[in-house]
């Protein structure tokens, strides 16, 4: 079968060209086709701090694919078939390295120590108050200036009777972003046979601390650049979320989803309500909350489902997590360019991330982020694609 990559097609012809060679070509897009699973590895440049950054690619036995660099373990692209066979692209990202360095709104990475907000950069552990970072309104965002995200990690690839497999490790020292403890982390990513991308996490310190790691792909299940996400279809399993405040700290209570735009346990497109007269939709700009996952906690349970109905591409969510942040992409405004060539445009991506509560360390009736030493963190995040035929929009 002829490969040929669309963003590749878009990149060597003019805007007039392209639409005309693609329509042309159709017949040839890449589909999926069973194969041996395999994984590659290739250089991808340089950070500017001189760390030599690595991109891996696993391709699973039903020929879905995903590529991930050593930078951030960010995913770079993952490729999976709609309801004909045809494979797309479904995360956002850029070509190069430096892109990702520079301008890179969180695309596909790794997030820690503390993936979403702590208030005010601070929080008191054993009566020791640690200061954080501040990237954010005032707050720290995603483990600070330099989170996991912005840091290489070492790889290690395997194949495993599940999948091929790209086991990450980085160990960050006592006093990284003004977080107390040398934590040990590895996070092991695996495209499994049955079309799951699975990421395990494990970490141990040395001095009690706070964790809270995640996962940050924004998807278009449709194809990334292929335009806003308002109409994938959504459920989420979470009678409950945490009200924010306006720079999206939450206030610390627990308030039910029944009656409100955040009501998500019936299967909803992400636009039907998004833009209503809402004072959390108008805080966040549109959905940017956490979900209390209505599963027990610490086991692995279906947490959320989305549907695209044109592609008929599904994912189904599933972790060991407590709450989820369900983010429609309401900072991307137009400026970044994608691996592509195109525009990536308000809300033109979403991210489903299973983590602990935002500012849990400040909020005692939240579930502990506490680690100690001796202690096993451990955290699983599934994201299983499959097709359907008809989705009810
Ligand atoms: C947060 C958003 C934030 C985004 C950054 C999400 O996880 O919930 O508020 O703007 O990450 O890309």
Request: charged fraction near 20%; hydrophobic fraction near 30%.
């Given at each position: 079968?002829?490969?040929?990559d669309?963003?590749?097609l878009?990149?060597?012809l003019?805007?007039?060209?392209?639409?005309l060679?693609?329509?042309?070509?159709?017949?040839?897009?890449?589909?999926?086709?069973?194969?041996?699973?395999?994984?590659?590895?290739?250089?991808f440049?340089?950070?500017?701090?001189?760390?030599?950054?690595?991109?891996?690619?696993?391709?699973?036995?039903?020929?879905?694919?995903?590529?991930?660099?050593?930078y951030?373990?960010?995913?770079?692209?993952l490729?999976?078939?709609?309801?004909?066979?045809?494979?797309?692209?479904?995360v956002?990202?850029?070509?190069?390295?430096?892109?990702?360095?520079?301008?890179?709104?969180?695309?596909?990475?790794?997030?820690?120590r503390?993936?979403?907000?702590?208030?005010?950069a601070?929080?008191t552990?054993?009566?020791?108050t640690?200061?954080?970072a501040?990237?954010?309104?005032?707050?720290s965002?995603?483990?600070?200036?330099?989170?996991?995200?912005?840091?290489?990690?070492?790889?290690?690839?395997?194949?495993?009777?599940q999948?091929?497999?790209?086991?990450?490790?980085?160990?960050?020292?006592?006093?990284?972003e003004?977080?107390?403890?040398?934590?040990?982390?590895?996070?092991?990513y695996?495209l499994?046979?049955?079309?799951?991308?699975?990421l395990?996490?494990?970490?141990?310190?040395?001095?009690?601390?706070?964790?809270?790691?995640?996962?940050h792909?924004?998807?278009?299940l449709?194809?990334?650049?292929?335009?806003?996400?308002?109409?994938?279809?959504?459920?989420?399993?979470?009678?409950?979320?945490?009200?924010v405040?306006?720079?999206l700290?939450?206030?610390?209570?627990?308030?039910?989803?029944?009656?409100?735009?955040?009501?998500f346990?019936?299967?909803?497109?992400?636009?039907?309500?998004?833009?209503?007269?809402?004072?959390?939709?108008?805080?966040a700009g549109?959905?940017?909350?956490?979900?209390?996952?209505?599963?027990?906690?610490?086991?692995?349970?279906?947490?959320?489902?989305?549907?695209?109905?044109?592609s008929?591409?599904?994912?189904?969510?599933?972790?060991?997590?407590?709450?989820?942040?369900?983010?429609?992409g309401?900072?991307?405004?137009?400026?970044?360019?994608?691996?592509?060539?195109?525009?990536?445009?308000f809300?033109?991506?979403?991210?489903?991330?299973?983590?602990?509560?935002?500012?849990?360390?400040?909020?005692?009736?939240?579930p502990?982020?506490?680690?100690?030493?001796g202690?096993?963190y451990r955290?699983?995040?599934?994201?299983?694609?499959?097709?359907?035929?008809?989705?009810?929009?």
């Open positions: 079968m002829l490969a040929l669309g963003d590749f878009q990149e060597m003019t805007p007039r060209e392209y639409p060679v693609i329509s042309g070509l159709s017949l040839l897009t890449p589909m999926v086709q069973a194969t041996d699973p395999s994984i590659t590895a290739k250089p440049g340089t950070t500017s701090r001189g760390g030599k950054v690595t991109q891996h690619t696993l391709i699973n036995a039903k020929g879905a694919s995903v590529s991930i660099i050593t951030g373990g960010i995913v770079t692209s490729k999976v078939p709609d309801r004909n066979g045809k494979l797309a692209d479904v956002l990202g850029f070509k190069t390295l430096s892109e990702y360095e520079k301008k890179s709104p969180y695309f596909g990475c790794l997030v820690g503390y993936g979403n907000r702590i208030a005010e601070e929080f552990l054993d009566g020791h640690y200061h954080l501040i990237n954010n309104n005032g707050q965002l995603h483990g600070g200036l330099r989170g996991f995200d912005k840091v290489v990690w070492s790889a290690t690839p395997t194949e495993t009777k999948g091929p497999s790209l086991k990450l490790t980085y160990v960050s020292k006592d006093g990284e003004g977080y107390p403890g040398n934590l040990s982390v590895t996070a092991t695996t499994t046979n049955k079309n799951e991308l699975k395990v996490f494990r970490a141990k310190t040395d001095k009690a601390t706070v964790v809270n790691l995640t996962h792909s924004y998807f278009n449709a194809g990334q650049g292929s335009g806003d996400i308002l109409g994938h279809v959504v459920t989420i399993h979470a009678d409950e979320y945490t009200p405040d306006q720079v700290i939450p206030t610390g209570k627990i308030a039910p989803v029944k009656g409100t735009p955040l009501d346990r019936k299967p909803m497109a992400i636009g039907d309500r998004i833009d209503t007269k809402d004072e959390q939709l108008k805080f549109g959905y940017d909350h956490n979900f209390v996952a209505a599963k027990l906690p610490g086991h692995l349970g279906l947490i959320a489902k989305v549907e695209e109905p044109k008929g591409r599904v994912m189904e969510v599933i972790s060991t997590e407590p709450g989820v942040q369900f983010y429609s309401n900072f991307l405004d137009g400026t970044l360019i994608g691996k592509g060539g195109r525009v990536y445009g809300r033109n991506g979403f991210c489903i991330e299973p983590q602990h509560f935002p500012d849990s360390p400040n909020h005692k009736n939240f502990s982020t506490v680690l100690k030493p202690e096993i955290n699983t995040i599934i994201y299983r694609f499959s097709t359907a035929k008809g989705i009810k929009n």
